[in-house]
T-cell receptor, first 117, second 112 residues
Framework: AQKITQTQPGMFVQEKEAVTLDCTYD???????LFWYKQPSSGEMIFLIY??????QNATEGRYSLNFQKARKSANLVISASQLGDSAMYFC??????????????FGKGTKLSVKP | DGGITQSPKYLFRKEGQNVTLSCEQN?????MYWYRQDPGQGLRLIYY???????QKGDIAEGYSVSREKKESFPLTVTSAQKNPTAFYLC???????????FGPGTRLTVT
């Protein structure tokens, strides 16, 4: 079974509007971390935001926020005021602290975001 | 500037040849990782190393080999046993106590 599911292969958003990229995860660990990375066409993976399973507040980093709903096992990324430079692939990833992945990252298949002018 | 370098950016090889991808970091990170990415897919872990002279297989280690003789270097060899070696390869590193992995720019390997 997939541990990280990103159900949106592609998304379009109008410049200056907000967009939500979905991510659901599957783990039986109580301690884990959730990450979002951005991959522009150049290929490099850029870290955006992190949420620990015990963090009570949703993580925020500038225009990025993570909508963490623990009971639903979802960790959606919200980008506010989209910019043309936000067009890229976005990957959700999970680190299980005690599970079989031994603390390594497990990635979803990604969502391609296109920002329209 | 601290960071991770991968060279070359593009690499072409003939089928049946081994090829070594370079990964160097000057971040003084303990852990290093190699991932493979196929078109339209997420990253899959090939090998990782938590300390010098020690490394572990990831999810898709068959046909690959690594070494970790120095803290700053973690080269990946794609052997002729790897059936589908054409892919984008990303190297990453992480401080032992940290949670974020830092990625290099990647090497795109094409085998014909």
């Amino acid at each position: 079974a997939q541990k990280i599911t990103q159900t949106q292969p592609g998304m379009f958003v109008q410049e200056k509007e907000a967009v939500t990229l979905d991510c659901t995860y599957d783990t039986s660990d109580q301690s884990y971390g959730l990450f979002w990375y951005k991959q522009p066409s150049s290929g490099e993976m850029i870290f955006l935001i992190y949420q620990g399973s015990y963090d009570e507040q949703n993580a925020t980093e500038g225009r990025y926020s993570l909508n963490f709903q623990k009971a639903r096992k979802s960790a959606n990324l919200v980008i506010s005021a989209s910019q043309l430079g936000d067009s890229a692939m976005y990957f959700c990833a999970m680190r299980e602290d005690y599970g079989g992945s031994q603390g390594n990252l497990i990635f979803g298949k990604g969502t391609k975001l296109s920002v329209k002018p | 500037d601290g960071g991770i370098t991968q060279s070359p950016k593009y690499l072409f090889r003939k089928e049946g040849q081994n090829v070594t991808l370079s990964c160097e970091q000057n971040l003084n990170h303990d852990a290093m990782y190699w991932y493979r990415q196929d078109p339209g897919q997420g990253l899959r872990l090939i090998y990782y190393s938590q300390i010098v002279n020690d490394f572990q297989k990831g999810d898709i280690a068959e046909g690959y080999s690594v070494s970790r003789e120095k803290k700053e270097s973690f080269p990946l060899t794609v052997t002729s046993a790897q059936k589908n070696p054409t892919a984008f390869y990303l190297c990453a590193s992480k401080q032992g106590s940290g949670y974020e992995q830092y990625f290099g720019p990647g090497t795109r390997l094409t085998v014909t």
